[in-house]
Structures are given as structure tokens and as C-alpha cells.
């Protein structure tokens, strides 16, 4: 329809709906309300003026899935991109960690609308189902139909050695994520759940999966390469590391706060060495030169590395045989083991949480205390390798629950490397608001508390590809 045409329609509708208002119900004008909606000749609910799927701006939905939650948020986006990330159109927070069985649900929209539920299932596929028909029916509305939403994008954690960057899902890829199960058997299949929920609900809307692994691709051979036999690195056993989304959002977002920019920005900018630590239930560092990822800490599957909530994080593999050949372990019970009754909650004996861990410890629970210094003394020797990769630091960026919220543990990091010249400002971690630097003045390494924003950069990629499309 040519813009002379919309503005002649759009005539006719205000005459209708005036007839409409002065003598009742007008069913010309509702057929005229039924062509808008058809043609998409107006924004639908929530979108700002002028939007639409071909007009500039678009729809993207974003989920990441975790072993016991779900989140999904709807932005609409515009070119250029902003800086800082928008608030999300539409969120929607799952968890059923508590009680199995039940799960608690929350939505809420940018215009302010909260709606809260508990819901007797625990089934991803269901949740989604439900969860999406709140962004175009009731109180959480915000799009009028469905078919307004025009790419969904998936957070997923190992697309093994042949995926290493965002990709539009395909069957292969699908087969992928599945074949790489084997090795993030918490995370994968749920991103398949989500996948293929997606394909019953939304069945032409095009879909991406970013990759968790894809920002450690620039890792050199002597981080990826393992010191076995060289079949291992051949067979695909390397090191991939995790938490990709969350250490290049990071990177990016420190380097904003302290005034920065990467080359990919500004060739002439000086160099930039950041060592990011995602603290959250699961843990990695990673060092990070001018954006580019050149060291982690997690490597073939998210077990090696720190000390984490419920994972042991790296241990000498001769244990694992003892177990095997000494204790009757098989290989089941050792899975089980470093993955869900380790790290804090194995040491402590009390809880994966570092609230708790902190709580009991200063009730002078010794348990408690030694699961703490555990976690800080491995903390500080990673930074430490991370430190020598780099070859100095610029910055230290904390990001995750632990790394934003928990100033004893910042404090403890940062008491390993005084020697550099690190001053935090005590005043300043304890009391730290998210993307702040907390360091003093005059420290010579900047300490950065940011927090994590995985949703917005996988939004971003989609926003990439669904240019490509259009």
C-alpha cells in the first residue's frame, strides 16, 4: 500500500471510529481495525511509533535456559544499536530449583506490569508454552499476535569443534547440541527443550543458537591443546572453555566504564588486559587482550577450573582412578560427584550458595570457613595464571551473582596482588553498585564490579543475523 493510500485509509478509519463513538458498534470499523492488524500498517501493542518487522525495528526473543530455570525476555530494537542495554520489552523468570514439581513464575513489562504464578510442573517444554502466551494475551501483553516476534535466539553452552560463532538452526545443528550432550549434560538438552519448543509454538519464526564456547575460539593451540597424547586433540578432547557470552559482554562493558576502547573500535587505542571472573554457581576466568579472549579457565566441559558451588572445579585426575579402581566408583557415581556434591556445598556440607557458605561462617561454622579460603586461595592462583598470560593487568572485572554481590570474596581476591599495586577501596566493595569501578584512586590496576548481561548479547547477535535475513 503507498503512502498516499495509508493516509487516505487512515481517514476513513478516523470518520468510522467517530460514526462508532457518536451511535454504538461500527462494522465497518472493526474490519477496518482487522486490516491494520493484517497488513501491520501500525505497530502492534508495545512497540514504539513507526515500528514493524520490515520498518527498521525488530522483535527479538531471547532464551537461556539453566538446569532448573528458564529465562525469556523480548526486545525491540532499533538501528543504531544503543550502548548500554535497553530494558526488555517482556521478561519472564522460571525457576524450580526449590521443590520439584512446582515452579515459580514471574512476568514483567516495560509499562510496569508484574505477574506472578505457581504453576505444578517442572516440564521446560510446558513452561514455555505458557509463559509465551502471556506476550500476546492478558494483563502482560505487549505484541498483538505471535507471528510479530521475528527471531529467536537460544543461549547455548557446547557446540563442540564445529561450532564456534552464532548459526541460524538447522537439523544439523540440532544434531550438534545433542551429540555434544555428552559433555554439558545439564545445559544442552535443555537448549534442545527450548529449540524445539520454539519450533512447535513459532514454527516460521527463524531461529539462532550463540554458542557459549564461540568467544573462546581465538584461544591459541597452547591453551586449547591438552599435555596427553596428541590423538586426544585430534578426537576433538581440547580445551573449549564457557561462559563466552558473559566474558565478552564483560570485557566490553568494563572497558565503557573505565573510558576504553578496543581496537575493533579504534585501531590507535592502546592496548587493554583484562582478567574477567564470572562468579556465579558455575565459575570461570578468562584473560582477555584488546577484547580477545587468550586464556580461561574451564576447558572441555565446564567442570575444570575454579572451585564452583556444586563443582570441584580441577583436581588431579589420579583420584579419579583411585576411586575407580580402590573404591568400586563407577563412572556415574564420579559424574555425580565433582558435578553435584563438590565444591562448596562437598566442602561445607551446608550449600552450594555462597550466601549460606557466608552466613554459617560468620557463625564461626569451620566447615563453612575452610569451603570459603578453599574458594579464594583457587581464585587467587587462576588470576595468578591468567596475570602471567597476559603478561600484567589492566583491570579486574567481577561479574555473577558471587562476583557482584559477595565483597568478601572480592576483597580476598584482591588481597593476592597488592604487590602490583592493586588498592581496592574497602568503602567502595562493600557497599559496590553494579558497573562501578570500587577500586582506590590511586591503585594501579582498576577493579571493575559489572553486572552480566548474557540476554543483551545474544540479542545483539540475533540483531546481527536478522539483518542478514532481511
Request: aromatic share 6%; hydrophobic share 40%.
Amino acid at each position: 500500500m503507498s503512502i498516499r493510500n495509508i493516509k487516505q485509509f487512515a481517514a476513513c478509519c478516523l470518520l468510522l471510529l467517530l460514526a462508532e463513538k457518536a451511535t454504538g458498534p461500527c462494522p465497518a470499523f472493526r474490519l477496518c481495525v482487522d486490516t491494520v492488524k493484517k497488513e501491520r500498517l501500525l505497530p502492534s501493542h508495545g512497540s514504539k511509533p513507526g515500528a514493524s518487522a520490515g520498518g527498521g525495528f525488530v522483535k527479538i526473543l531471547i532464551l537461556n535456559a539453566g538446569s532448573s530455570s528458564q529465562k525469556s525476555r523480548l526486545y525491540d530494537l532499533a538501528d543504531p544499536l544503543p550502548d548500554q542495554p535497553p530494558p526488555p520489552l517482556w521478561e519472564a523468570d522460571a525457576d524450580w530449583s526449590e521443590q520439584q514439581g512446582r515452579t515459580e513464575l514471574q512476568i514483567t513489562t516495560a509499562h510496569g506490569q508484574v505477574q506472578k504464578e505457581q504453576l505444578q510442573t517442572d516440564r521446560r517444554p510446558e513452561l514455555i508454552e505458557h509463559f509465551l502466551q502471556t506476550l500476546w494475551s492478558g494483563a502482560t501483553q505487549v505484541i498483538a499476535r505471535p507471528e510479530d516476534i521475528d527471531i529467536v535466539g537460544h543461549r547455548v553452552v557446547h557446540g563442540g569443534p564445529e561450532y564456534r560463532e552464532t548459526t541460524s538452526i538447522t537439523p544439523a545443528v540440532k544434531a550438534a547440541i545433542k551429540q555434544w550432550a555428552v559433555l554439558a549434560p545439564a545445559q544442552n538438552p535443555a537448549n534442545l527443550e527450548g529449540i524445539e519448543a520454539i519450533e512447535r509454538i513459532l514454527p516460521t519464526v527463524p531461529q539462532v543458537a550463540v554458542f557459549d564456547t564461540a568467544f573462546h575460539r581465538s584461544l591459541p593451540l597452547p591453551a586449547v591443546v591438552y599435555p596427553g597424547p596428541y590423538e586426544w586433540f585430534e578426537q576433538g578432547i581440547r580445551r573449549y572453555g564457557f561462559h563466552g557470552i558473559s566474558h565478552s559482554y564483560c570485557a566490553h562493558r568494563a572497558a565503557q566504564i573505565l573510558g576504553k576502547e578496543f581496537p575493533e573500535k579504534n585501531v590507535h587505542a592502546p592496548a587493554l588486559r583484562l582478567i574477567t571472573c564470572h562468579l556465579g554457581n558455575g565459575c570461570s576466568l578468562a584473560a582477555i587482550r584488546d577484547g580477545i579472549s587468550i586464556d580461561t579457565t574451564m576447558g572441555f566441559t565446564p567442570l575444570e577450573g575454579l572451585m564452583m558451588g556444586s563443582r570441584s572445579g580441577t583436581v588431579d585426575p589420579g583420584i579419579l582412578t583411585f576411586l575407580l579402581r580402590q573404591k568400586g566408583y563407577s563412572a556415574e557415581q564420579l559424574e555425580t560427584t565433582l558435578n553435584k556434591a563438590s565444591g562448596l556445598q562437598g566442602i561445607s556440607g551446608i550449600s552450594s550458595d555462597m550466601r549460606q557458605i557466608l552466613q554459617a561462617r560468620s557463625e564461626g561454622n569451620t566447615r563453612a570457613m575452610l569451603a570459603f579460603d578453599i574458594y579464594v586461595h583457587r581464585l587467587r592462583s587462576f588470576i595468578g595464571a591468567m596475570l602471567a598470560t597476559l603478561g600484567g593487568v589492566d583491570a579486574l572485572v567481577f561479574a555473577g551473582g558471587i562476583g557482584e554481590h559477595a565483597a568478601d570474596v572480592r576483597a580476598g581476591a584482591c588481597e593476592g596482588f597488592e604487590f602490583l599495586g592493586l588498592q581496592l577501596d574497602p568503602e567502595k566493595n562493600a557497599h559496590a553498585a553494579a558497573d562501578q569501578d570500587i577500586a582506590s584512586p590511586n591503585s594501579a590496576v582498576r577493579v571493575v564490579v559489572v553486572q552480566t548481561q548474557e540476554d543483551w548479547e545474544i540479542a545483539k547477535a540475533c540483531w546481527n543475523v536478522a539483518k542478514t535475513l532481511s
